[in-house]
């Protein structure tokens, strides 16, 4: 088994790294695996260099972590915090808040994208999950009532011409 517990990878397919679809990386310290394929396994960094390591705790927590970034973003995504006008506020505040939460939300959209592309199995139905919870919380019909439903948009009939 290798450092990365793939039960020996590099040896398959002659030892190719195009064989295998997974690059070496040297590091002045240690050798890296870059998967270029989604694999299974704890073992795994994302993010930062070390994170989240080996240790079984750590990888739940990474992934509860890209879990939450993920709600987040669709949070983010389908919520008003700035109201577009009001008594008290000019609009150049408003714009520059408003820029303040999209630069929020794309920031933390690439990070989720970063982690999934680690190509763990796990980060990526983290990353799904979360997205998933968060858009049924904040943008599905599932739970808002009735009566906050925007009315349906009708289409007109348009004349038929014979």
């Known amino acids: 088994m290798d450092s990365m517990g793939h039960g020996g990878m590099s040896g398959m397919g002659g030892g190719s790294p195009a064989s295998n679809m ?4 040297q590091h002045p310290t240690k050798k890296m695996m870059m998967h270029m394929t989604f694999f299974w396994g704890k073992n ?3 993010l930062f260099a070390g994170w989240p390591g080996s240790r079984t705790g750590m990888y739940a927590l990474a992934l509860v972590f890209i879990f939450f970034l993920a709600f987040l973003v669709e949070g983010l995504s389908h919520s008003r915090f700035v109201k577009p006008s009001g008594p008290n506020s000019s609009s150049s505040s408003v714009g520059l808040a408003q820029t303040l939460a999209h630069t929020v939300r794309v920031g933390l959209g690439y990070l989720v994208m970063l982690a999934v592309m680690s190509f763990n199995g796990g980060v990526f139905l983290a990353a799904v999950a979360g997205h998933s919870l968060g858009f049924l919380l904040f943008r599905s019909r599932v739970f808002k009532k009735p009566d906050d439903q925007p009315p349906a948009k ?9």
């Open 22 to 25: 997974t690059t070496m990386m």
């Open 44 to 46: 795994m960094e994302m």
């Open 154 to 162: 009708t289409v007109a009939a348009l004349p038929l011409h014979h």
